[in-house]
C-alpha cells in the first residue's frame, strides 16, 4: 500500500454496530460520519504499510493500524464494507 496505490483500504469502514463510518477515498482524502451526523470529520490520510495516519481538517492528527484486514483506530475496529453490487 503505497501513496499511489491506496486500492487496497479504499472504500467504507464501518465498527460492528454500524455507529461510525469512516470512507477512505482514492485521492487520500477520509470523511468520518457518527450517528445521524454526516462529515462529522474530514481530512486527509497517508498509508505506509499497515498503518494509516489522519490529519483532520481541523488541525487534529490520529493514527491506526491494519491487522488482518480489520482497521484499528483510536480503539476502534472497523471492518471494510463489500461494495453494492
Do not use: C
Not at 53 to 69: P, V
Amino acid at each position: 500500500m503505497t501513496d499511489t496505490d491506496p486500492s487496497p483500504v479504499v472504500g467504507l469502514w464501518v465498527t460492528a454496530d454500524g455507529y461510525i463510518r469512516q470512507e477512505l477515498m482514492p485521492d487520500g482524502r477520509y470523511d468520518e460520519a457518527g450517528g445521524n451526523q454526516k462529515s462529522a470529520y474530514q481530512g486527509r490520510y497517508e498509508v505506509d504499510g499497515p498503518r494509516i495516519r489522519y490529519w483532520d481538517d481541523t488541525g487534529f492528527e490520529a493514527d491506526g493500524t491494519f491487522i488482518d484486514g480489520v482497521l484499528h483506530h483510536v480503539g476502534m475496529k472497523f471492518r471494510r464494507e463489500a461494495p453494492p453490487k
